[in-house]
C-alpha cells in the first residue's frame, strides 16, 4: 500500500476484535480504491485529542465505536440529521478544519433487515429489547421507515420510560421486562448487550409461533443466546446482526469515497472467515 493512500481508522475501547479493517479492506478492493485502514484504542474522554493528531498525520476518516459515540457526537460539527436524533455518530468525515458527523447505524440495520432478509419495515409492528445506545442510534431510522408501532423493552424500565419521552413519539409503547403482553410482533430486535454474558432478554415462546422474526444486533460465530432460544422454539426466521454490521460499514465508505460498495459478498465472506 502506498503512503499516499487515503487514511482511515476505527476507533473505540475494547477495539481489538473489530471487523472494520477487514470489511473496509474488502470494499477497497472490490471498488478499486487505495486506502489504509487501521484499529486504534481510544478510552473514554481521549477522543478529541486523538482526532486532532490523526488529522493533523493526514487522517481523512473514522469510525467510532463503544464507548465513544456519544463523545463523538459532542465533538463533531456539522452533525446529519440521523446523529442529531441518535445523539450518538459513528462515522467522522476530515476535511479542512471541519470534523463531519453521521451516524449511519440505523440504515445498516434497516438495509440488512429490508435489503438483505426482505423484511418489509413500513407498517411493522416492532418489539426493541434495549434502551442503551444502540437502541437511540437505530430508533430515528425505524421511524422513517415507518414502522407502525415499536414497543421498547429494558431490564431497567427508568431508562426506557426516558428514551420514551426524549423522542415523544406517538407510535413508541412499553412493554415490561419479562412480562411482554403483546404476541403479534412482526419484528423482535435485540439490542441489549446480553449475549456478552451469555443471557437473553425473556420472551414468551408465543413470539416465535406467531413468526415474529428476530434480529440479534450482536454476532458472533455460534448463534446468540437469543437466537438459539428462538431455534428451540422451532423458529427459523432470525438473523445475527453481521449484515448490520457490514451495511453501517457501507453507508460510511459511501460518505467517504462516493461510491457504495457491494454488501452481500462481503458478509458472505466475513461470516466464513469467522467460523474458520
Ligand atoms: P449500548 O451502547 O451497547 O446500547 P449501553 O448504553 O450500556 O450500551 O446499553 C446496554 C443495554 O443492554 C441496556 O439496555 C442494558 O439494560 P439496562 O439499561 O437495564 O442496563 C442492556 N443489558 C446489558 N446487559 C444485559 C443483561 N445481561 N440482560 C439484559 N439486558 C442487558
Same mark, same amino acid.
Given at each position: 500500500m $502506498?503512503?499516499?493512500?487515503?487514511k482511515f481508522c476505527v476507533v473505540g475501547d475494547p477495539i481489538q476484535h473489530s471487523r472494520s479493517p477487514e470489511i473496509h479492506a474488502l470494499f477497497a478492493k472490490q471498488? #478499486?480504491?487505495?486506502? =489504509?485502514?487501521? &484499529?486504534? &484504542?481510544?478510552?473514554?474522554?481521549?477522543?478529541?485529542?486523538?482526532?486532532?493528531?490523526?488529522?493533523?498525520?493526514? #487522517?481523512?476518516?473514522?469510525?467510532?465505536t463503544v464507548p465513544l459515540k456519544v463523545e463523538a457526537f459532542d465533538l463533531c460539527q456539522p452533525t446529519n440529521f440521523a446523529?442529531?436524533?441518535?445523539?450518538?455518530?459513528?462515522?467522522? =468525515?476530515?476535511a479542512g478544519d471541519e470534523v463531519a458527523g453521521f451516524n449511519t447505524d440505523g440504515i445498516g440495520l434497516a438495509r440488512d433487515l429490508e435489503d438483505n432478509l426482505g423484511l418489509q419495515l413500513s #407498517?411493522?409492528?416492532?418489539l426493541m429489547l434495549g434502551a442503551g445506545g444502540a437502541t437511540r442510534g437505530v430508533l430515528p431510522e425505524l421511524l422513517q421507515r415507518d414502522c407502525? =408501532?415499536?414497543?421498547?423493552?429494558?431490564?431497567? $424500565?427508568?431508562?426506557?420510560? &426516558?428514551?420514551l419521552q426524549q423522542f415523544n413519539e406517538s407510535r413508541f409503547a412499553l412493554e415490561l421486562w419479562?412480562?411482554?403482553?403483546?404476541?403479534d410482533y412482526d419484528?423482535?430486535?435485540?439490542?441489549?448487550?446480553?449475549?456478552l454474558a451469555g443471557d437473553r432478554p425473556p420472551l414468551p415462546a408465543e413470539l416465535v409461533s406467531q413468526g415474529a422474526f428476530f434480529y440479534d444486533m450482536m454476532y458472533a460465530p455460534e448463534p446468540t443466546p437469543l437466537l438459539?432460544?428462538?431455534?428451540?422454539?422451532?423458529?427459523?426466521?432470525?438473523?445475527?446482526?453481521?449484515?448490520?454490521?457490514?451495511?453501517?460499514?457501507?453507508?460510511?465508505?459511501?460518505?467517504?469515497?462516493g461510491i457504495k460498495p457491494r454488501s452481500v459478498p462481503v458478509i458472505r465472506e466475513i461470516r466464513r472467515v469467522m467460523q474458520s
Open positions: $502506498p503512503d499516499s493512500a487515503s471498488t #478499486g480504491i487505495e486506502l =489504509q485502514y487501521s &484499529r486504534q &484504542r481510544v478510552k473514554a474522554g481521549r477522543l478529541s485529542e486523538f482526532v486532532a493528531e490523526f488529522r493533523d498525520s493526514g #487522517g481523512l476518516g473514522l469510525n467510532v446523529a442529531d436524533r441518535a445523539q450518538a455518530v459513528n462515522t467522522i =468525515q476530515l #407498517g411493522a409492528k416492532v407502525s =408501532q415499536i414497543a421498547i423493552c429494558n431490564r431497567t $424500565p427508568a431508562r426506557a420510560e &426516558r428514551l419479562g412480562e411482554v403482553r403483546a404476541f419484528l423482535v430486535i435485540n439490542a441489549t448487550s446480553s449475549s438459539q432460544w428462538v431455534s428451540e422454539h422451532g423458529g427459523h426466521r432470525q438473523a445475527d446482526g453481521l449484515g448490520m454490521l457490514v451495511e453501517q460499514a457501507a453507508e460510511s465508505f459511501r460518505i467517504w469515497h
